[in-house]
C-alpha cells in the first residue's frame, strides 16, 4: 500500500517559517518526482514547488519568490518544504505527491496558517 504522510504544518505569525515534511512507503521514492501543491477554499489549487526524482534543479510557483526550498533525502524516502518569510496568503492545505508519466500519489494534506 502507497503511503505519503505530510507533517509539519501548524499555525505561524506572518514571517515565521516552517518546514513541511513528507515521508513515502510502498513505493522506491527514488523513482518518482515530487511536487508541493496547495489549495485554500475556492481557490484552484496550485504547485508550489516541483523537485526531480534524483534530486537537483527544482521548479517554484511564481509567488515562491525565492522563499521556499524543495529537497529530498531519497535515503529517507522523505521530501521536504522549507518556507521561509511566511504571508498570511500563504494560508492553506499543503499536500505532497510523488508521480511519474504513469502515475502519482497524493498525501493527505497539511493545514498552514499564517496569522499574527
Known amino acids: 500500500q502507497v503511503q505519503l504522510v505530510e507533517s509539519g504544518g501548524g499555525l505561524v505569525q506572518p514571517g515565521g517559517s516552517l518546514r513541511l515534511s513528507c515521508v513515502a512507503s510502498?513505493?522506491?521514492?527514488?523513482?518518482?518526482?515530487g511536487n508541493w501543491y496547495r489549495q485554500t477554499p475556492g481557490k484552484e489549487r496550485e504547485v508550489v514547488a516541483t523537485?526531480?526524482?534524483?534530486?537537483?534543479?527544482?521548479g517554484y510557483g511564481d509567488f515562491v519568490k525565492g522563499r521556499f526550498t524543495i529537497s529530498r533525502d531519497n535515503s529517507k524516502n522523505t521530501m521536504y518544504l522549507q518556507m521561509n518569510s511566511l504571508k498570511p496568503e500563504d494560508t492553506a492545505v499543503y499536500s505532497c505527491?510523488?508521480?511519474?508519466?504513469?502515475?502519482?500519489?497524493w498525501g493527505q494534506g497539511t493545514q498552514v496558517t499564517v496569522s499574527s
Open positions: 523537485i526531480p526524482s534524483g534530486g537537483g534543479l527544482a
Open positions: 510502498g513505493i522506491t521514492f527514488s523513482d518518482y518526482n
Open positions: 505527491t510523488a508521480f511519474t508519466w504513469s502515475r502519482i500519489y
